[in-house]
């Protein structure tokens, strides 16, 4: 009966790559807690990088820094 | 003042159906706890059918199977 | 497969109060949107009242007025 | 190593109003707490006002009243 | 600089149960999408069952039928 | 009607720290957006260090070797 969400900046992931995301959450809580993983809930949320902040600036703005 | 996050897939819930959820769940606080519908806040997440797992695999895996 | 979550100040709800919370919010899922109930999620937080902010100042602050 | 979440209705905050959410969300965690902003995260989320509700009725609705 | 949280059930899971959790949530950020590992963030959250429903009623419900 | 959302380390932040939190935050979305704060609600949660991770390993962890 888990839930994770999991959010990333908007990037580009696949549908693959989200699909590895889901699988793999899913079978951590499996594996460490024995949960039961047909209840086991993932939801991804992708994130522009202007509403994205890390040390006080946008991601954007960091990136256009390196 | 409570707040509620109500998230489902991104399915084509039209206007009146979030409103529904919006009455509904408001009404409930009232309802159950007494709370005061002026300072309840719903929010409603429309999520990705890629971005949501359950049983270890995307909603949009788990409906092309059907 | 939606998930609820419900916020509250922690106020004594009793258990069954939030059974009632539970019950409701899967069943307006179903109602409005057809969801299937055995896959809903509902999880309730309840939160301190000196953690809780409205206008800017705590809850307790505010009924400390009254 | 603080996470703020904001939540927001789709208004059109600019990407410089954005900024100083982050800015000073950030800061704020500085002054208050001593914080350490470079592992201070804050994500915005931008909600459509079809999807926020407040007393019961969307955004959407009550603006159109006024 | 993703954000994981992970909700389960209070059910007495361990330290070392959420160091495994937390290292392992982060090595599938750094597998599958190539993040760092030093901002990505984990906060697991322990719900009690009265305030977890699943299929319209409490996690403590449901097990008391079993 | 903005919604925030503060987590933060359990680490005996004070009445009046988090008075200050709410009062500052409520104020930065006035500042910045404009923003009734009558209707801007804060909700802060304290998380403990076993249930924190950064870097894949636990804040408690983390302390323990500095």
Redesign the interface.
Known sequence: ?????????KDG?T?N?????????????V???G?N???????????ET????????????RRSKN
Do not use: S
């Open positions: 009966m888990p839930f994770v969400n999991i959010k990333i900046t992931a549908a790559q989200k699909k590895e995301l889901i699988k793999g959450a899913t079978q951590l809580l594996d460490v807690l949960k993983p047909a209840t086991t809930v993932v939801v991804i949320d992708e994130v202007d509403n994205w902040g890390i040390g006080g600036e946008t991601v954007t703005d």
